[in-house]
């Protein structure tokens, strides 16, 4: 009933206007790194960003081809090839590769300053087929959860660094309405010994179930991170759902037939940034954000078997990524609390 209730919501919602993003902070300060941007909301989103001028937009696409295509698309579509145009630097991200996560982490190490006040972890995929990463880990998997959650911790420190008490800095996360069906796969995880492994195996869901449990999985890890966040905290934490957008990854999946219902990516791309900007950031903490608004996550999330997965979800990436990067455990230990 649940599902069949924010269906129909949702398709009343999209076709409500959504607000242009607006902010009084002053961007012209800010470093902002928007991943996924050579196609879809994250271009929407950091062309937003680049007409702003901020201190520095970093723009991440797959590789550096596609990297040096975007940062050109983007400087076009704001008519700013010149000297006048905004501080704009695209870098190389793969997703799929725990090895580009960590060197993306080292890059901006590398900076200067390591500025930082905005991570909009925007990167996704939907698969018609299991396909298994170098890393070992089926594709949904990695690049729309464990990756992200490791580009997240990895940046953390930085967040913090550059936040201040008047302005925190902002994590953002892309997640989807389609978390509400990902409990169905999932209710039964109390009896599994490992919920990682166990969701790793060809045997466990068919893969277009991957991606509605991977934006499960992103929800609940928003909870668990907002959860171990110092008060008041240095960064602002939420999910975000974009609404069905005419993408090229809404193509790939079920929702393909509700086309008339879609949003132009841009319209999309407004939440995104109204977490990402606006100065309602401490009553989004923690959250899930629909249609520019604080909405509700799946009720599971919320039940007594919701909380458990999520506590022993998160053990367990974080004694996952731990193995990958050995700043892991010191991340955690300094910047977040035990609970």
Same mark, same amino acid.
């Given at each position: 009933?649940?599902?069949?209730?924010?269906?129909?919501?949702?398709?009343?919602?999209?076709?409500?206007?959504?607000?242009i993003p607006?902010?009084?902070?002053?961007?012209?300060s *800010?470093?902002?790194?928007?991943?996924?941007?050579?196609?879809?909301?994250?271009?929407?989103?950091?062309?937003?960003?680049?007409?702003?001028?901020?201190?520095?937009?970093?723009?991440?696409?797959?590789?550096?081809?596609?990297? *040096?295509?975007?940062?050109? @698309?983007?400087? /076009?579509?704001?008519?700013?090839?010149?000297?006048?145009?905004?501080?704009?630097e695209?870098?190389?991200?793969?997703?799929?590769?725990?090895?580009?996560?960590?060197?993306?982490?080292?890059?901006?190490?590398?900076?200067?300053?390591?500025?930082?006040n905005?991570?909009?972890?925007?990167?996704?995929?939907?698969?018609?087929?299991? =396909?298994?990463?170098?890393?070992?880990?089926?594709?949904?998997?990695?690049? =729309?959860?464990?990756?992200?959650?490791?580009?997240?911790?990895?940046?953390?420190? %930085?967040?913090? /660094?550059?936040?201040?008490?008047?302005?925190?800095?902002?994590?953002?996360?892309?997640?989807?309405?389609?978390?509400?069906?990902?409990?169905?796969?999932?209710?039964?995880?109390?009896?599994?010994d490992?919920?990682?492994?166990?969701? =790793?195996?060809?045997?466990? @869901?068919?893969?277009?179930?991957? %991606?509605?449990?991977?934006?499960?999985?992103?929800?609940?890890?928003?909870?668990?991170?907002?959860?171990?966040?110092?008060?008041?905290?240095?960064?602002?934490?939420?999910?975000?759902?974009?609404?069905?957008?005419?993408?090229?990854?809404?193509?790939?999946?079920? @929702?393909?037939?509700?086309?008339?219902?879609?949003r132009?990516?841009?319209?999309?791309?407004?939440?995104?940034?109204?977490?990402?900007?606006?100065?309602?950031?401490?009553?989004?903490?923690?959250r899930?954000?629909?249609?520019?608004?604080?909405?509700?996550?799946?009720?599971?999330?919320?039940?007594?078997?919701?909380?458990?997965?999520?506590?022993?979800?998160?053990?367990?990436?974080?004694?996952?990524?731990?193995?990958?990067?050995?700043?892991?455990?010191?991340?955690?230990?300094? %910047?977040?609390?035990?609970i």
């Open positions: 009933m649940e599902e069949i209730l924010q269906f129909c919501r949702l398709l009343w919602d999209q076709r409500k206007p959504l607000p607006t902010t009084s902070d002053d961007v012209s *800010k470093v902002f790194m928007v991943v996924g941007t050579d196609t879809g909301l994250g271009h929407e989103a950091s062309v937003f960003l680049a007409r702003q001028k901020p201190k520095l937009l970093v723009a991440t696409s797959r590789d550096s081809t596609k990297c *040096k295509l975007t940062r050109e @698309a983007i400087l /076009k579509r704001i008519d700013s090839g010149n000297s006048d145009g905004p501080a704009l695209a870098w190389p991200l793969e997703m799929s590769s725990f090895d580009s996560v960590r060197a993306t982490a080292d890059r901006l190490a590398a900076k200067g300053d390591s500025q930082l905005v991570l909009v972890a925007n990167a996704g995929v939907i698969c018609d087929d299991f =396909n298994y990463t170098p890393n070992g880990w089926e594709l949904t998997l990695q690049v =729309n959860y464990l990756s992200t959650v490791l580009l997240s911790l990895l940046l953390l420190p %930085y967040l913090v /660094k550059s936040s201040t008490t008047d302005s925190p800095s902002r994590l953002v996360i892309v997640s989807s309405s389609s978390h509400y069906s990902g409990y169905r796969v999932v209710k039964e995880a109390r009896t599994w490992r919920i990682l492994e166990t969701i =790793n195996s060809k045997e466990f @869901a068919i893969p277009k179930q991957m %991606y509605c449990i991977s934006k499960l999985m992103s929800v609940m890890f928003v909870r668990e991170l907002k959860a171990r966040l110092p008060k008041p905290t240095p960064v602002i934490v939420c999910a975000v759902d974009p609404g069905l957008c005419y993408t090229e990854m809404m193509l790939k999946s079920p @929702a393909k037939s509700l086309t008339w219902f879609a132009t990516a841009e319209e999309g791309s407004r939440t995104l940034l109204h977490a990402a900007i606006s100065d309602e950031a401490h009553a989004m903490h923690g899930y954000m629909t249609s520019c608004k604080v909405g509700e996550e799946s009720t599971f999330v919320a039940s007594p078997d919701g909380k458990e997965l999520s506590r022993r979800l998160w053990d367990e990436t974080i004694q996952l990524l731990s193995q990958i990067d050995s700043r892991i455990p010191e991340i955690t230990e300094k %910047y977040l609390r035990s």
